[in-house]
């Protein structure tokens, strides 16, 4: 299980400082996605704050993936919160 608190602060510190700008997202939470790398379609489950630019979360059929906004593509599908 993932200790939620404890990443939201490592994630809090890790952030580009104040005053500069954050990118935007991408792709929203559960939106289905496409990994080129993995040729496999996806949800996004989360995101994360690396170096210069977002990193995403995709759950796939078969696997979790991490993968930078370049790696994947939008489709605009939403999955229906159950």
């Known amino acids: 299980m993932i ?3 404890q990443n939201l602060e490592q994630c809090w510190y890790i952030s580009p400082p104040w005053g500069q700008r954050i990118p935007p997202l991408l792709v929203s939470l559960l939106e289905r ?4 790398s993995a040729k496999a379609f996806g949800y996004c489950t989360g995101v994360e704050w690396s170096e210069r630019s977002w990193k995403y979360e995709i759950f796939t059929l078969y696997d979790n993936i991490t993968v930078l906004e370049s790696e994947f593509i939008g489709t605009g599908n939403l ?3 159950t």
């Open 33 to 36: 996605v496409y990994v080129k």
């Open 3 to 5: 200790n939620l608190v």
């Open 79 to 81: 999955q229906p919160n």
